[in-house]
């Protein structure tokens, strides 16, 4: 069970892809919560409680000898805060155009797992817990910062122009 958690389903033991597969698979739980329940306080208290659970199952999957590499539920959890709040913006904005909410979903995906490969590298890799998880939930923040701003200029180019 611990296994199955720490791994997120196994997702992380996929060579190579397996923490990007982490975060696109927190990506598709995010969006199946709004898209059922429709409201981004249901994402929230989801996130939380995966949150919670990460800070339980992380050190005991790191206690118990897995493979750093293969312990993604950190990824799966970070990149919500990344991708929730710009859910209902990207749902707004799309209205129709699948195009658009795949960009809109799959950018802030992309720059969240290169921030993570870049700068934050060193800091998932530590035995901490406070690193390990603060890593992806500084990625998520940055993330967010710059999905917001950018969804905010767009807003206002297209109000201004129509």
């Not at 249901?42 to 000898?65: D, E, N, Q």
Request: hydrophobic content about 60%; glycine content about 12%.
């Amino acid at each position: 069970m611990l296994r199955a958690l720490s791994t997120v389903a196994f997702i992380g033991c996929i060579p190579v892809f397996g923490r990007f597969l982490a975060s696109l698979a927190g990506v598709v739980l995010a969006c199946a919560i709004f898209a059922i329940t429709g409201t981004p306080e249901a994402v929230f208290g989801i996130w939380a409680v995966c949150l919670i659970l990460t800070g339980l199952v992380l050190p005991r999957a790191i206690a118990a000898g897995y493979p750093p590499r293969e312990v993604v539920i950190d990824r799966f959890v970070g990149v919500w805060l990344a991708i929730a709040p710009a859910i209902p913006l990207v749902t707004m904005m799309a209205r129709g155009e699948i195009l658009f909410g795949l960009i809109g979903l799959g950018v802030p995906l992309i720059l969240y797992n290169l921030l993570l490969a870049g700068p934050l590298r060193r800091m998932g890799s530590s035995e901490r817990l406070l690193f390990r998880i603060g890593d992806d939930l500084l990625a998520g923040i940055v993330t967010l910062m710059v999905c917001v701003g950018t969804m905010v200029v767009l807003f206002s180019m297209i109000g201004g122009s129509a």
